[in-house]
């Protein structure tokens, strides 16, 4: 059995192809590929990755008895997938030693080759920092163009950015029919890039423009003062006692949030009665 670690470079880079590794330590194995700066726009950014890890995969004879270590960024969201769908043994962790030494390695290589200073160079996982000068760099002679990417291919569809989840204790504004959505209650949130700044929209379920790709929703249908009440499951803020029990939640353990017209109500979810939509719906 061989460990392998599959790890990326370059990303938040607006420029120069990502860089996709396939490393083993023990034996040292090593394999490298480069995302095009630009392709056909039918296939997505997870989907061009995968076959490059594919690739690697198939030119180190890797295999099911293998283990394998991969970057949790969503770049490989589609690997992840492929690796669980097809019975292989993996886990996502945070990229340290020759994976990340070789794939930052190659990343600076390519830039430097292509007449970026050699002297500079990424510290201390300073992205930002590092990308920005990059990005002056590019700025300063028109010609260096043609070394950035095509960022519409590597934007995630639409339908895909559109997520079902359970809004937390905010009122928000509903984009299309411009009513409120309560505080714990279902919401679709909508992600984009504007002016290259990271925006959301939210929607009541019912006015998404399209069926949510991702579900994160947990609802929870409890009975509380003989009332049918509906709210959701979220981790708590901070610790708080529970409302039937009196014992404390502590903060990040998942709890019953909801709210009447009255009063909010909070707790551990196996100590509500839970009710059935259908029988909701009978009463």
Not at 125 to 152: H, Q
Not at 154 to 161: E, N, Q, T, V, Y
Request: charged fraction near 30%; glycine fraction near 4%; proline fraction near 5%.
């Amino acid at each position: 059995m061989r460990n392998w670690y599959i790890e990326d470079a370059g990303g938040g880079c607006r420029a120069f192809s990502e860089v996709l590794v396939l490393v083993c330590e023990q034996p040292r194995r090593i394999y490298r590929r480069f995302l095009p700066l630009t392709w056909d726009k039918n296939i997505t950014m997870e989907e061009m990755a995968l076959h490059k890890v594919l690739e690697m995969m198939e030119e180190a004879g890797a295999t099911r008895d293998d283990y394998f270590y991969v970057c949790s960024g969503n770049i490989f969201h589609g690997v992840h997938r492929w690796l669980t769908e097809n019975g292989y043994r993996w886990e996502t962790i945070r990229m340290e030693g020759l994976a990340h030494e070789v794939a930052e390695n190659t990343f600076q290589q390519q830039i430097t080759a292509a007449g970026f200073p050699a002297a500079v160079k990424l510290e201390e996982r300073n992205y930002r920092e590092f990308y920005k000068m990059v990005d002056a760099w590019l700025k300063e002679d028109p010609a260096r163009r043609r070394f950035v990417k095509d960022m519409t291919v590597r934007s995630k569809p639409a339908h895909l950015r559109y997520l079902l989840k359970a809004n937390a204790g905010s009122t928000r504004l509903c984009s299309r029919c411009r009513k409120k959505i309560l505080p714990y209650t279902p919401v679709v949130q909508y992600r984009f890039r504007e002016h290259g700044k990271k925006k959301s929209r939210f929607y009541h379920p019912e006015c998404s423009p399209v069926k949510p790709h991702k579900n994160r929703l947990q609802t929870a249908h409890i009975l509380w003062n003989n009332n049918f009440v509906q709210g959701v499951i979220l981790k708590a803020r901070e610790t708080m006692p529970c409302m039937v029990c009196r014992r404390d939640v502590p903060a990040g353990v998942a709890a019953v949030h909801a709210r009447t017209d009255k009063e909010f109500i909070f707790g551990h979810p196996e100590c509500f009665t839970q009710v059935d939509d259908s029988l909701k719906r009978e009463n």
